[in-house]
């Protein structure tokens, strides 16, 4: 095999992936937005189908005969194609593990349990939902010895959405954590607390809407390559760097929700739309793990969108968009009202200091599920004890409880410490964003093109070029969640007179 | 190879033709409903490789030895299994015909030709539209050559899309049409039209929303398996019969576009939905051909949706979405707007009379395209010649002349003739369902479900099962298209007391 044969032969194959990802991505979008109700079965009919043709593709002894070529002969190859064939190696071995009827039956699984979940959702029944989380729960154990028999389970499977990442880092992390957040959190708890309860108003859908478009201007989303959809869990999707969705739900009495899920699903468009032209169609598009696209999205989220400034710069539009709601209300009782600290239910409208408990919870019960600690059958009292024990708050239901994010039933375990994770770096990189450049002087005015422009530069340009953690090397320096908990305990001082 | 295990073999290959295809619908239907602008590129790619994967699996020589072995067996098979097999066979000669390579790039070229040709439409730009066009056509002559060589090349595209047909039977069924349609359309013309102008009063896109969906309701059409969503040109998507989408497009200034496109379409989605469950999955599942398709969907649009019985049932509903905008008008009257006869510019816009000279125009120019008997820079001229010369009408420009159809951009020649074999099936599928059933006594309160249920049993159940000449012959006898010309005499002759 000549050289040129083998690089023809890589970028064959790393189209022919993106394809199939493409077909999943559209089938998944379509699943979760437009389809008809019952139609669950034909779609996984078809992505089973699909995860198998892909698998055989992947998994077949000449992609491993190509790789081990290209990868003897890596000196020769530039930055692009050396790297290309380096997580495909990875990749390779990793999936060459995992028998392909399994591979199939899980990819069919995950379409009925999303499915499945929805309803249970619905209905608040866990019940309903259990067996099919057994079957993900079995699955992912057992995948995780495919990765790597040589790890802990959970280990293995958190290696997946953060490189490196382990339960004993994870422990010292989230500690250090709950040492500082948990004071912070009591000290609050003795101070009044702002009135929040204009943002819970009745805002029609068709309002939050325009709303929405004005959000993504101000993120700079350029609309000929970014979409907005509803679905009942908010997502972004990424076909490639000229083409992502994300998606919101409206809630037509809490403006908050879908204004901020709208900013934290921007933050990953943005960063799917910065990559580079020339890793498109390979295995190096997309962003490069879950904890770096997490600090994305909860940098525009948090770090920008309930700082003062950036309020104050939209506050005077958004009054426009919802003239009789907020015509009682200033800047900065509405700056307040969104960062108001309450410990309450719900991870994904939870404020940015109580997040990490929501996380920590998960983390807990995933560990445990993984490690096999925990049956499945007693996640609901489990999860209603640690939001008891780490928030405070009694659990109603499960719908409100252990059933309210889609996570698992699309077969994500060990995803959940990443939010945790990408706030922390996403403090880190502000802080040396703050030295470099004027982050606050262009937001107050609503410009957010030179923290996006930086973000590009430190952050999203390289998609899967360089590895997750050279990416927080690159822009946060040596990482340190202190700086992610001081800057906590700063912003909140001054919102409460601490 | 054991019966057994040949069967097991042949499900699988058309479960994984199934995927491809589903991959491919969900890419469309994307594509052409909420993807964002400027994302063709990357769609190009994907569905050109899923084409590439789809030809590679179906026309390996293993799949050719499948179904000859099967072939030869096919007195033990059951009629399920040995109509499979033949159907496949046929599809496997003809694909085999096609190198690979130009199949995937006529994949991408259609892929970028509907992109090309909504721009082109939207500028009246035919020119934009030329070089792409002009590919188009010559894709068509050389696949024809593939299909059958032995046939002149239009006749073997009109095969594709109604088994049998040839230019030989369509001159003379658009010269029997044409000898009863020219004098009915001369004789109107001395006639007093009808007053149709509140057709055209404002008519806000969220309230012909609404009338669609008790539209659908009428049809019978459940939701939880079909949905409606918006595109430039309304279509109808089978993913399987549990899952069908139609499309419709509003226009605030004529009520009657989106009526009766969704009428059209939710015809070809009962067809769809009505097909028996042992089919799904399989090279049968789906309508037979597109001459039968139409027929469905133009029963339903003209048949039924411009009857008197049926707009009298409607119409009370109708004025309920519609208060200001009906409130002078009567049930005749509307009657009498829905069936004015008037040459025009806009095919999917024509009365049920001057419809087939609309299609004849079409014909006439493929005909001369595939035949090289025309350049496509001479497209619009013909065109507009033949317009002056069939319809009377002076086209303006081609956004209303010859951009106005997606079909070319869709890669599809030889489909405009099924829409008059559709029309002519139904009057007389309609005359024989007369005589089984009462048909008008239920469409005169709104109740259509003794029709379905007769289409149903005659047409929709089959899908592939039986060749489409069997299914005309099923449901309509011999076929004589003096009856639909029967028809449409009595038709006009009381609406305009001729």
Same mark, same amino acid.
């Given at each position: 095999?000549?050289?040129?044969?083998?690089?023809?032969?890589?970028?064959?194959?790393?189209?022919?992936?993106?394809?199939?990802?493409?077909?999943? &991505?559209?089938?998944?979008?379509?699943?979760?937005?437009?389809?008809?109700?019952?139609?669950?079965?034909?779609?996984?009919?078809? +992505?089973?189908?699909?995860?198998?043709?892909?698998?055989?593709?992947?998994?077949?002894?000449?992609?491993?005969?190509?790789?081990?070529?290209?990868?003897?002969?890596?000196?020769?190859?530039?930055?692009?194609?050396?790297?290309? $064939?380096? @997580?495909?190696?990875?990749?390779?071995?990793?999936?060459?593990?995992?028998?392909?009827?399994?591979?199939?039956?899980?990819?069919? +699984?995950?379409?009925?349990?999303?499915? #499945?979940?929805?309803?249970?959702? @619905?209905?608040?029944?866990?019940?309903?939902?259990?067996?099919?989380?057994?079957? +993900?729960? *079995?699955?992912?154990?057992?995948?995780?010895?495919?990765?790597?028999?040589?790890?802990?389970?959970?280990?293995?499977?958190?290696?997946?959405?953060?490189?490196?990442?382990?339960?004993?880092?994870?422990?010292?992390?989230?500690? $250090?954590?709950?040492?500082?957040?948990?004071?912070?959190?009591?000290?609050?708890?003795?101070?009044?607390?702002?009135?929040?309860?204009?943002?819970?108003?009745?805002?029609?859908?068709?309002?939050?809407?325009?709303? &929405?478009?004005?959000?993504?201007?101000?993120?700079?989303?350029?609309?000929?390559?970014?979409?907005?959809?509803?679905?009942?869990?908010?997502?972004?999707? !990424?076909?490639?760097?000229?083409?992502?969705?994300?998606? $919101?739900?409206?809630?037509?009495? !809490?403006?908050?929700?879908?204004?901020?899920?709208?900013?934290?699903?921007?933050?990953?468009?943005?960063?799917?739309?910065?990559?580079?032209?020339?890793?498109?169609?390979?295995?190096?598009?997309?962003?490069?793990?879950?904890?770096?696209?997490?600090?994305?999205?909860?940098?525009?989220?948090?770090?920008?969108?309930?700082?003062?400034?950036?309020?104050?710069?939209?506050?005077?539009? $958004?009054?426009?968009?919802?003239?009789?709601? +907020?015509?009682?209300?200033?800047?900065?009782?509405?700056?307040?009202?969104? !960062?108001?600290?309450?410990?309450?239910?719900?991870?994904?409208?939870?404020? @940015?200091?109580?997040?990490?408990?929501?996380?920590?919870?998960?983390?807990?019960?995933?560990? /445990?599920?993984?490690?096999?600690?925990?049956?499945?059958?007693?996640?609901?009292?489990?999860?209603?004890?640690?939001?008891?024990?780490?928030?405070?708050?009694?659990?109603?239901?499960?719908?409100?409880?252990?059933? /309210?994010?889609?996570?698992?039933?699309?077969?994500?375990?060990?995803?959940?410490?990443?939010?945790?994770?990408?706030?922390?770096?996403?403090?880190?990189?502000?802080?040396?964003?703050?030295?470099?450049?004027?982050?606050?002087?262009? #937001?107050?005015?609503?410009?957010?093109?030179?923290?996006?422009?930086?973000?590009?530069?430190?952050?999203?340009?390289?998609?899967?070029?360089? @590895?997750?953690?050279?990416?927080?090397? !690159?822009?946060?320096? /040596?990482?340190?969640?202190?700086?992610?908990?001081?800057?906590?305990?700063?912003?909140? *001082?001054?919102?409460?007179?601490?």
């Amino acid at each position: 095999m000549e050289l040129n044969e083998a690089l023809a032969k890589l970028a064959e194959l790393q189209k022919k992936l993106y394809a199939y990802a493409a077909a999943d &991505s559209a089938l998944y979008l379509d699943g979760t937005t437009v389809a008809p109700k019952d139609t669950a079965e034909g779609r996984g009919v078809a +992505l089973g189908v699909l995860a198998g043709e892909r698998h055989k593709l992947f998994s077949t002894p000449k992609t491993g005969e190509l790789l081990d070529y290209l990868w003897a002969r890596r000196n020769e190859l530039d930055q692009l194609h050396r790297r290309q $064939t380096e @997580e495909l190696r990875r990749s390779y071995a990793q999936l060459t593990r995992i028998p392909a009827e399994e591979y199939m039956e899980y990819a069919m +699984l995950t379409n009925e349990a999303s499915d #499945v979940w929805h309803r249970a959702k @619905e209905n608040s029944d866990f019940e309903l939902f259990r067996p099919v989380l057994e079957k +993900l729960v *079995a699955f992912n154990i057992k995948f995780a010895g495919y990765y790597d028999s040589a790890k802990a389970p959970y280990d293995a499977l958190l290696n997946e959405y953060e490189r490196g990442m382990t339960m004993e880092y994870l422990d010292g992390f989230f500690s $250090t954590l709950r040492e500082r957040i948990v004071p912070l959190l009591h000290a609050i708890g003795k101070k009044e607390q702002p009135d929040d309860s204009f943002l819970r108003r009745h805002y029609p859908v068709e309002a939050q809407r325009k709303f &929405s478009d004005y959000l993504m201007e101000v993120l700079g989303l350029d609309r000929a390559h970014c979409t907005i959809g509803e679905t009942e869990h908010p997502y972004t999707l !990424n076909f490639n760097n000229k083409d992502v969705r994300i998606t $919101t739900r409206y809630d037509e009495d !809490n403006m908050n929700f879908s204004m901020y899920s709208v900013i934290h699903e921007g933050g990953h468009a943005k960063y799917e739309l910065g990559i580079r032209d020339d890793v498109q169609y390979t295995c190096l598009a997309g962003g490069v793990s879950m904890g770096v696209h997490e600090s994305q999205s909860r940098f525009y989220e948090n770090l920008i969108g309930r700082s003062k400034p950036f309020i104050e710069a939209i506050f005077p539009k $958004t009054r426009e968009f919802f003239p009789e709601q +907020l015509s009682d209300v200033t800047a900065e009782q509405f700056y307040r009202a969104v !960062n108001k600290v309450q410990p309450s239910l719900i991870r994904t409208e939870a404020d @940015e200091l109580t997040y990490c408990l929501h996380v920590m919870v998960r983390y807990e019960i995933e560990k /445990q599920l993984i490690g096999g600690a925990l049956a499945v059958k007693d996640v609901p009292e489990t999860w209603n004890r640690l939001y008891k024990e780490y928030l405070g708050v009694d659990v109603p239901n499960d719908k409100q409880g252990c059933l /309210q994010d889609s996570h698992w039933s699309g077969g994500s375990f060990g995803y959940f410490p990443s939010y945790a994770l990408g706030s922390a770096y996403g403090a880190q990189m502000l802080k040396n964003m703050e030295r470099d450049i004027d982050v606050w002087g262009p #937001v107050a005015r609503g410009d957010l093109s030179p923290v996006s422009a930086w973000l590009k530069e430190k952050v999203h340009q390289y998609g899967g070029l360089l @590895e997750p953690a050279d990416v927080v090397k !690159n822009a946060c320096g /040596q990482f340190d969640p202190a700086v992610f908990a001081d800057y906590l305990e700063q912003k909140y *001082a001054k919102l409460y007179n601490l």
